[in-house]
């Protein structure tokens, strides 16, 4: 029997399978960036990197040009920063920017995940495994929380390009009204 020839009991099960699946697979993977972060926290201590009021820390691999280094980087979102340290032949070369100056954070998939933090002025890029989407969420986060969860751009010109969006039909008119309110705070 097929899956479209399958009851509604038959499919809701299936779907529960399916559920239970994905809550064991997100499991396993916290548990594995659990471990990686605290061996994180144990080489950034090492190392003279002090991480105690960090958010997140995650090591990471050496971006191409980077030459010269001694020892594979270490992430670490702050409160107010995002950090990249990193031991060199000439020297500990500390990269940061201020979460207030973030105006995005890009995730490439791939064999090896990278997470790009773009600012005002700079970027930073990490080279991770697994903990790409939880660097990126991470940070995400707390820059919600540092601007109030309010956007830096002009919440008319959002409305308007929302109404664009609904005249192409890209968006049903409940979509459109729900997302006016939360930009206008209604």
């Known amino acids: ?5 399958k009851t509604d009991e038959e499919k809701a099960k299936i779907l529960e399978q399916v559920g239970e ?23 950034a201590g ?15 691999l050496p971006n191409d040009g980077e030459k010269g280094t ?13 950090v990249k340290f990193q031991k060199r032949w000439t020297g500990n070369v500390l990269e940061e920017t201020p979460i207030k100056s973030i ?19 700079n970027s930073i890029t990490f080279k991770v495994g697994v903990e790409a989407s939880k660097i990126a969420s991470t940070i995400r986060e707390i820059a919600a929380t540092n601007s109030g969860g309010t956007s830096s751009i ?11 969006l609904l005249e192409k039909g890209l968006l049903t008119r409940e979509e ?5 309110k939360e930009i206008l705070g209604l």
Request: net charge positive; aromatic share 8%.
């Open 103 to 121: 105006s995005s954070v890009e995730v490439s998939k791939g064999l090896l995940p990278t997470v790009t933090v773009y600012a005002s002025a």
């Open 154 to 164: 002009d919440p008319v010109a959002q409305v308007e390009k929302l109404a664009n």
């Open 46 to 60: 090492l190392s003279g990197f002090n991480v105690d009021d960090a958010l997140y820390v995650f090591k990471c």
């Open 1 to 5: 029997m097929g899956i479209f020839k």
């Open 70 to 82: 001694l020892n594979f980087p270490i992430g670490a979102v702050f409160p107010d920063r995002v």
């Open 21 to 43: 699946v994905h809550k064991v697979k997100a499991e396993n993977l916290q548990k594995v960036q659990d471990k990686e972060e605290k061996k994180a926290r144990e080489k």
């Open 176 to 180: 459109f009204d729900s997302k006016k």
